[in-house]
């Protein structure tokens, strides 16, 4: 009896041994199908008379789109040191109780694969498409692109236009250009925003001296609909390498 005791223990440390590559490979539980849920927002141009989607202003024709937002799924995994059994303990040469601290340098954990059902991308992200009908480049330098949403200024340390800033268009070329807003976690269900141009260079003279300035207002509505999907929550437990154990825990 002792004998066929010493046997399966000796089975289970080299079926132990052969599985670990500093992954998690025991005990691992079905998974669980788990309901995914988040809000994209729809957002839609607030055009009139005086405030188009197009506006044309000293050779300049300017349009504001709004990203196409998407749901993309993906997985949070977590790793944590926990207690084995006693049976797990006994079959694995676990030593050191709760540290799960194995003599061959590995420690017992828990790993934990949760589904994510995220929104790209996840900010308010508009594209400046330019038509340059002027004789002369167009240059972003020098302009500021400000965001209003619902109602209030957005700080500009919560905003991007650094590429338009940068921007640049040929004479009788066209151009798209992105500026980024704030987060979609910052929006409420249902509001407005409105994305200010100012001091956009509309006209220079023979030596490139700017001659004419333009400041260019657009307003949208936006609505946050909700998406759903499934995943499958993982878990399972087991032994990992001190060292990639380790390296888990610094990317948590």
């Given at each position: 009896?002792?004998?066929?005791?010493?046997?399966?223990?000796?089975?289970?440390?080299?079926?132990?041994a052969?599985?670990?590559?500093?992954?998690?490979?025991?005990?691992?539980?079905?998974p669980?199908?788990?309901?995914?849920?988040?809000?994209?927002?729809?957002?839609?141009?607030?055009?009139?008379?005086v405030?188009k989607q197009?506006?044309?202003?000293?050779?300049?024709?300017?349009?504001?789109v709004p990203a196409?937002?998407?749901?993309?799924r993906?997985?949070?995994?977590?790793v944590?040191?926990v207690?084995?059994?006693?049976?797990?303990?006994?079959?694995?040469?676990?030593?050191?109780?709760?540290?799960?601290?194995?003599?061959?340098?590995?420690?017992?954990?828990?790993?934990?694969?949760?589904?994510?059902?995220?929104?790209?991308?996840?900010?308010?992200?508009f594209?400046i498409?330019?038509?340059?009908?002027?004789?002369r480049?167009?240059?972003?330098?020098?302009?500021?692109v400000?965001?209003?949403?619902?109602?209030?200024?957005?700080?500009?340390?919560?905003?991007?236009?650094?590429?338009?800033?940068?921007?640049?268009?040929?004479?009788?070329?066209?151009g798209?250009?992105?500026?980024?807003?704030?987060?979609?976690?910052?929006?409420?269900d249902?509001?407005?925003?409105?994305?200010?141009?100012?001091?956009v260079?509309?006209?220079?003279?023979?030596?490139?001296?700017?001659?004419?300035?333009?400041?260019?207002?657009?307003d949208f509505?936006?609505?946050?609909?909700?998406?759903?999907?499934?995943?499958?929550?993982?878990?399972s437990?087991?032994?990992?390498?001190?060292g990639?154990?380790?390296r888990?825990q610094?990317?948590?």
């Amino acid at each position: 009896m002792k004998k066929q005791l010493i046997i399966v223990q000796l089975l289970i440390v080299s079926a132990s041994a052969i599985m670990l590559t500093g992954c998690v490979t025991q005990q691992a539980s079905p998974p669980q199908t788990v309901n995914l849920t988040c809000s994209l927002p729809k957002i839609d141009v607030i055009a009139d008379n005086v405030n188009k989607q197009t506006q044309s202003k000293g050779g300049l024709d300017i349009t504001v789109v709004p990203a196409i937002y998407k749901t993309v799924r993906s997985d949070r995994t977590t790793v944590t040191q926990v207690e084995a059994d006693a049976g797990t303990q006994i079959g694995l040469g676990l030593v050191g109780g709760l540290t799960g601290q194995s003599t061959q340098g590995k420690v017992y954990v828990e790993q934990v694969t949760t589904p994510l059902l995220m929104v790209e991308p996840s900010r308010l992200v508009f594209t400046i498409k330019i038509h340059n009908q002027l004789n002369r480049v167009f240059h972003g330098q020098g302009a500021v692109v400000q965001f209003n949403v619902d109602g209030k200024l957005i700080p500009f340390n919560n905003t991007d236009y650094k590429e338009f800033s940068g921007g640049i268009v040929p004479p009788l070329n066209d151009g798209d250009i992105a500026i980024y807003g704030p987060p979609l976690e910052s929006l409420k269900d249902k509001g407005t925003i409105t994305i200010f141009l100012y001091d956009v260079v509309t006209a220079t003279d023979v030596a490139g001296n700017t001659t004419e300035k333009q400041n260019y207002t657009w307003d949208f509505s936006y609505t946050m609909q909700n998406a759903t999907a499934t995943g499958e929550l993982k878990k399972s437990r087991g032994l990992m390498d001190i060292g990639e154990y380790q390296r888990q825990q610094q990317m948590q």
